[in-house]
């Protein structure tokens, strides 16, 4: 048997470097991250600021592919060139995004319909940058006929390898993923193809990779805060892990930490984090009356007296499988 080989997904405004590193350190179970995207800007200087969330110095504690979120083949050389000269053998190409800001601007997946756009900005992106390519896809734009033009123009390019999340950029993160459309394209890429899109339980990696033997790798996004034991159990093969709970509790109390540490003033770590809980509820049976009380608290002292409380003493851990926001 292959080992299995897991990638944790993309997630802007969630994995960011602090989100990896505590995620790494209390659960682990991933051999990567793929960092949220950069946007690419025009003009020659990028600024250390810029990349900040990929520095290595910030991400000694999982392996990062950084992510770069570009229509324009001259901004994504500059970028993606400085970020090899960090010392990253990979990049990967946003061409996923559903969100109408970008995707209206054809970006992320709104770029999918322009096959020759695609081809020309890989023209040029390949023949000038230091290292190597991955790209990350949806099926198309508004329709699956998107991938199934491109998949033949891109697989020759020396791509590192292709990710594909098989729902529409329209789909956003709704309805189901077209299983019957990635193995049409599974079919027809040699490159190694690494699948993405709702993995919530092992039953559903057992099912996946059963059907898919011929995936290189596994990415998890929503699935891995919904049950941040998940890639552990993919990996391990276990699936009773023991102080669940207390796990999350220190899991919750690191990232506090973290953020306190490097964000302005306790106001924006307490957005901060009220934002996460709309994730960190997943796992957790009847949350509504905690996250309403969370979301009400207005000072750290507050929002740790009630977190602390609410993992100490109501906890409980779900057992079905949650609904994922997108
Ligand atoms: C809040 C949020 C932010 C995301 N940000 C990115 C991103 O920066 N880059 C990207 O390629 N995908 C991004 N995605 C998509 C995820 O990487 C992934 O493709 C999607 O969630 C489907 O996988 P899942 O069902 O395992 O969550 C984002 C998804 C969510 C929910």
Redesign the pocket.
């Known amino acids: 048997m292959p080992r299995i080989r897991l990638y944790m997904?993309?997630?802007?405004?969630?994995?960011d470097h602090l989100f990896r590193s505590a995620f790494a350190e209390h659960f682990g179970g991933f051999d990567l991250a793929?960092?949220?995207?950069i946007a690419s800007k025009q003009g020659r200087r990028i600024k250390r600021k810029y990349v900040k969330d990929v520095l290595p110095e910030n991400n000694t504690r999982m392996p990062v592919v950084p992510?770069i979120?570009s229509k324009t083949a001259v901004d994504f050389i500059i970028l993606a060139n400085y970020l090899y000269d960090l010392g990253y053998d990979t990049v990967?190409w946003?061409l996923?995004?559903?969100s109408p800001m970008v995707a209206n601007k054809q970006r992320?997946s709104g770029m999918l319909p322009y096959t020759d756009r695609i081809q020309i900005f890989l023209d040029r992106v390949i023949a000038e940058i230091r290292g190597s390519l991955s790209i990350?896809v949806?099926l198309g734009w508004k329709e699956n006929a998107d991938i199934f033009r491109l998949l033949p123009v891109i697989d020759p390019y020396p791509l590192s390898e292709i990710?594909i999340?098989p729902?529409t950029g329209l789909q956003g993160?709704e309805g189901s993923?077209d299983l019957d459309a990635f193995e049409d394209c599974l079919a027809v890429i040699r490159h190694p193809v690494i699948y993405?899109?709702?993995?919530?339980t092992i039953g559903d990696f057992r099912r996946l990779s059963r059907r898919f033997i011929r995936v290189h790798a596994w990415?998890?996004?929503?699935?891995?805060?919904a049950d941040p034991f998940l890639p552990g159990c993919i990996t391990t093969g276990a699936d009773d892990i023991p102080n669940k709970i207390n796990r999350m509790k220190q899991f919750h109390a690191a990232l506090f930490e973290a953020y306190s540490r490097v964000l302005d003033g306790p106001s924006h770590v307490l957005n901060k984090m009220k934002g996460l809980w709309r994730y960190f509820s997943l796992p957790f049976e009847d949350f509504k009356k905690t996250m309403k009380k969370i979301t009400k608290t207005q000072r750290p002292d507050q929002y740790l007296a009630l977190t602390n409380l609410f993992f100490e003493t109501e906890a409980q851990w779900r057992r079905p499988k949650a609904d994922?926001?997108?």
């Open positions: 997904a993309p997630m802007k405004g969630i994995t793929v960092a949220p995207f992510q979120l990967n946003n996923g995004c559903p992320g990350k949806r990710i999340h729902r993160y993923v993405n899109g709702d993995i919530r990415m998890i996004g929503r699935g891995c805060l994922i926001p997108g």
